[in-house]
């Protein structure tokens, strides 16, 4: 029984070195394809990465033409309104002089009617 044993312990230390080696054999073949697919993956996130950096700078340019039309068109509007306000002031003076002028001119007419009035008795006078 003895010998028996020892066949089995030095059977199940050869299978044990064996496992080993089957063990190291594929952790090594595993490392040599994990390390080439880091490097590929390392190469893919790089190119992913410039291309969203090229992406992200394609949209700040359209972000800064828009912001800057969009400041130029509210310069725009805010100088229509103060011109439009402009207007509106010129429109109400001239409406102020022109009913200040229209109070004139009637006050001129009242005159003249007064003043023709005025003439018509000195005729009479001269002529009486």
């Known amino acids: 029984m003895r010998g028996g044993r020892r066949q089995i312990l030095i059977g199940l230390g050869v299978v044990m070195l064996l496992g080993i080696a089957i063990s190291f054999r594929l ?3 595993d490392y040599r394809i994990s390390s080439g697919e880091a490097e590929l993956l390392r190469r ?3 190119l992913a990465n410039r291309e969203a950096m090229d992406e992200s700078a394609e ?3 359209r972000y ?4 800057e039309n969009s400041s130029r068109c509210s310069k725009e509007l805010i100088e229509m309104k103060e011109s439009l306000e402009r207007k509106a002031e010129d429109a109400t003076n001239v ?3 022109l009913e200040i002028l229209q109070k004139e001119n009637m006050g001129l007419l009242e ?3 007064s003043l023709k009035q005025q003439l018509e008795a000195e005729k009479l006078k001269c002529n009486g």
Request: hydrophobic content about 35%; proline content about 0%.
């Open 27 to 29: 952790w090594s073949i």
């Open 111 to 113: 005159r003249l009617e």
């Open 95 to 97: 409406n102020k002089k």
């Open 44 to 46: 893919q996130f790089d």
């Open 64 to 67: 800064d033409k828009e912001a």
């Open 59 to 61: 949209w700040r340019l």
